[in-house]
C-alpha cells in the first residue's frame, strides 16, 4: 500500500487538502494518508498525528508566541518522515512549518508536492520563489501568474486553475438559507466573517461586530450572520457576541452564507475571493501589529511590490472591493463604507460584473480532479 503524507497548518489548508485527498481516493482507494491536519481532513479518513490549526498566524511578531509549537510540531512532523518513509509529501499552504520540512524530506529522498504553494512570486523575493523551485518536486500552482514565476525560476509547476472554483458552491438556495438561519428577511442580509486564525478572532472580529453594531443602528431591520470556519472557532466567537449586538453564528455553511448575502465583511484573505466567487459585494478588513506593518512596509517594501492587499483586487489589477487597513480599519469607516455600499445600487451590480471578470481569470472546474491526477502520476513515476 502506498503512503501519502499530508502538512495542513491551518483551518484553510485542512479544507483545501480534504478535498485533493478525496479526489486522489477516489483515482487510488489504496493509499494511506496520515500527518498533519484538522477535523475535515480527519473526517476524510486521514490519520492525523499533529494538529496546530489553533496556531495559524499572519505576520512576523504576530507568531512570537507560537514559535516553541510549532517547532515541536515541525520536530514530530520530520520524526514521522523517518519513522514511516511515505512515498510522497504533500505540503498545503502554512510556508513557515512546511518549507523547513520539506527540506527534511529532500534529504530523505522522499518526494515532494506543494499545493497552494509560497507566494514568494507575489510578495516574496526572487531568491524565495528560487528556494521554493529547487526544493520542491512538483508545484501544483493556483494562479498563472503564479505559474509563470516557478517556471521563470526554473520549478516543475503545473497549472489547472484555482481548487475555489470547485469548493465554492452553496448547497442550499437563498430562499432555504434566509428560512433555516434567519426565518423572515425585510432588510439586507450582513456576513461578518472574522476568519479562521485564533488572532483575527481576538483582534478583528470585535472591530466587525462593534461596526456591525453602528450599521443595525442606521439600518434597524439588516440581518447579521456569523459563517464560522470550524466548530473550535464558535467558543471564542461566543465568548466576543455581547447581549446588545446578537449575530447567529452558523458552522459548516459558509458558502450558504455568503450567497444568501447582500454584503460582506470579511478579514483578509481567502474569504474574500469566496465571497467575490459568489457574487457577493465585500469588504476586506485587516490589522497587523505596528511592527510586521512597519517592516513590510519600510524593510520589505511591499507597498512598491503590491498595489492591492486583497486577491480579488491583485488578480483584476482594480480597486474593485474596498481595502480598509490598519488605521482605516476601525468600526466607523467599516460601517460607513458597508452602507455607502448597501445604499449603491449601481455600485453592487459593478462589483458583481467585475466579480464575473475574476472568475473568468481562476480557470474551469474540474481543478481539483486535475490536480489529483498530477499527484497520482508522481506516486507512480516514484513507484
Known sequence: MRKIMVSAGEVSGDIHGTHLVREIKRLDPNIYFFGMGSEKLLAEGVDIKVDITKRGTVGIFEAIP??????LAYKRMASLLRQEKPDLLILIDSQGINMPLAKAAKKLGIKTTYYIAPQEWLW??????KKVSETIDLIISI????????????????YFGHPLIDIVRPELTKEETISQFIGKASGPIISLCPGSRPQEIK?????LLKAGELIQKEIPNAK??????STGMIKEIFNLIS?????????GHTYDILAASDLAICTS??????ASILDTPNIMVYKLHPLTYWLGKYVLKLGEK???????NMLLDERVIPELVMRDANPSKIAATAMAILKDKKRQEQMKTDFVDLKLKLGQPGVISRCAEAVTALTLDIG
Open 124 to 129: 516574496g523575493t526572487e531568491r524565495g520563489v
Open 66 to 71: 507560537n514559535i516553541i509549537p510549532v517547532y
Open 224 to 229: 447579521f450572520l456569523i459563517p464560522a470556519a
Open 203 to 207: 483582534g478583528l472580529f470585535p472591530i
Open 306 to 312: 503590491l498595489k492591492y492587499f486583497s486577491m480579488p
Open 243 to 251: 447581549e446588545d449586538f446578537r449575530p447567529k453564528a452558523v458552522v
Open 143 to 158: 494562479f498563472e501568474q503564479e505559474h509563470k514565476a516557478y517556471k521563470r525560476a526554473g520549478g516543475k509547476s503545473v
Open 269 to 274: 484573505g481567502t474569504i474574500n475571493l469566496e
